[in-house]
């Protein structure tokens, strides 16, 4: 089955660590998102890319980063400047940037210590 | 600036009670709407896209709408399976995908 997938389902960070979320996906989508979700707020960008080798900062992208050297992955890294690390991570992927829907994976829920 | 608004912000039903969740946005110039449905602790599930004012949409209870300046999720009949946090969200048309706006969702509870 097509999907996006993303691990691990939980994750809990020390102050000033740095860890990282995995994305794949084998929709054979060029592009990929990654989204943050908190309590009573609409997802906001945090990067994006529109093609392997290339990304962009969305909203939100200070004490992040991305990279993206296979089309089927899009791992975010959550570095220890990101002051609030505490929420859901949801990548999704579509068809190709400009191309209406995105499809989302299941999530990381991220907790710091 | 693109903007969506979704209200009620919670609606809670008895199972077989039809309702609307509202969808008020303001793009310049849509190029699409989207609705998703959240489970908690789960990605969204990608429902419907709406690309121009009169367009309408169905999947089994739910049935989307849109106008030049909202959109409507009506759902008939609601059973509790149906309880889950409902996403609106555009794109303009002078947007790329990474520049679709969502809006913070209604939470809808069906009762048995």
């Known amino acids: 089955d097509g999907g996006i997938t993303q691990s691990p389902k939980y994750l809990f960070r020390k102050e000033g660590q740095n860890v990282t979320l995995s994305c794949e996906q084998n929709?054979?989508?060029?592009?990929m998102y990654w989204y943050r979700q908190d309590p009573g707020q609409g997802l906001r960008l945090i990067y994006y890319?529109?093609?392997?080798?290339?990304?962009q900062k969305g909203d939100i992208a200070e004490g992040y980063s991305v990279s993206r050297e296979k089309k089927e992955s899009f791992p975010l890294t959550v570095t220890s400047a990101q002051k609030n690390p505490t929420a859901f991570y949801l990548c999704?992927?579509?068809?190709?940037?400009?191309?209406?829907?995105?499809?989302f994976g299941p999530g990381t829920r991220l907790t710091v210590l | 600036e693109d903007q969506v608004t979704q209200s009620p912000e919670a609606l809670r039903l008895q199972e077989g009670e039809s309702s609307s969740l509202n969808c008020s946005y303001t793009v310049s110039g849509l190029r699409g709407l989207f609705w998703y449905r959240q489970d908690p602790g789960k990605g969204p599930e990608f429902l419907f896209t709406?690309?121009?004012a009169g367009e309408e949409k169905e999947k089994e209870r739910l049935k989307a709408t849109l106008t030049k300046k909202e959109s409507f999720l009506h759902i008939t009949a609601p059973k509790p399976e149906d309880s889950a946090t409902y996403l609106c969200?555009?794109?303009?048309?002078?947007?790329?995908?990474?520049?679709?706006?969502f809006g913070s969702g209604t939470r809808l509870s069906i009762r048995p």
């Open positions: 999704a992927s579509s068809f190709r940037d400009g191309y209406n829907e995105q499809f």
């Open positions: 969200a555009v794109q303009g048309r002078y947007s790329s995908a990474s520049k679709i706006i």
């Open positions: 890319s529109q093609i392997v080798n290339d990304f």
């Open positions: 709406l690309y121009s």
């Open positions: 929709l054979n989508h060029d592009a």
